[in-house]
């Protein structure tokens, strides 16, 4: 995803910190986002460097609903260690992940976030509504939710983008394992020693 960042704009971060400016429990938290899924021995090594108690993973729309055991595993471990942990995930794959998150729904600290994209949503006259609804009559949940959208769009729980661009990209770091230079594998022979062969050689 490309957007702003304190350093400037780009769609190249997979770690960045800062304060959870969205209205979820965390609000206010200083916050690691994580892009994707990474080490979890890294994530970390970052936590306790800079103090941070809470972490959101899929940030920036990273999570793709493939290879949930490794989601569920690193929010779990994530969890383990004290930390606050949101989720952040498409409606689109709310139900395909519906069992990892009533499992880790049932952890105190644990955050799920279902993201609804409504483009021009401001378009919409003051009569609109949001329906939270089940995928069938009588399925799965005791009835049907219907919100005043406008009620929804009220600015104790808006964040504006401008808000965003204060988080800090964490710089990438590569850990290369040490080569060993094939000429220290060379035996040392002593200039003198050459010379010494060299002029027996030359004698009759």
């Known amino acids: 995803m490309k957007r702003d960042y304190s350093s400037g ?12 400016v969205e209205h979820t429990p965390a609000h206010g938290m200083m916050t690691l ?19 941070i108690k809470h972490v959101y993973l899929g940030a920036n729309h990273s999570f ?28 689109r794959h709310y139900e395909t992940s519906l069992d990892m998150l009533t499992m880790l729904s049932g952890r105190d600290r644990f955050i799920p976030q279902i993201s609804v994209k409504l483009p021009y949503l401001t ?10 609804d089940d995928r069938d009559f009588r399925s799965s949940n005791p009835g049907v939710w219907v919100h005043q959208l406008h009620d929804l769009q009220s600015r104790d729980r808006f964040t504006d983008w401008s808000q965003y661009g204060k988080d800090e990209i964490i710089p990438t770091i590569i850990r ?10 060379i035996p040392f022979v002593p200039l003198t020693s050459m010379m010494n062969k060299d002029m027996k050689s030359d004698k009759f």
């Open 123 to 132: 378009n919409l006259n003051y009569n609109a509504t949001v329906k939270i």
């Open 176 to 185: 290369m394992e040490e080569e060993r230079d094939p000429m220290l594998d």
């Open 9 to 20: 704009v780009t769609d190249a971060a997979d770690l960045f910190t800062g304060i959870e």
């Open 33 to 51: 986002f994580v892009v994707g899924i990474k080490p979890i021995d890294r994530l970390w090594e970052i936590c306790s460097e800079r103090k």
């Open 64 to 91: 793709d609903g493939i290879d949930q055991e490794s989601w569920e595993k690193l929010a779990n471990g994530l969890l383990d260690l004290g930390y606050w942990v949101t989720l952040d995930l498409d409606v």
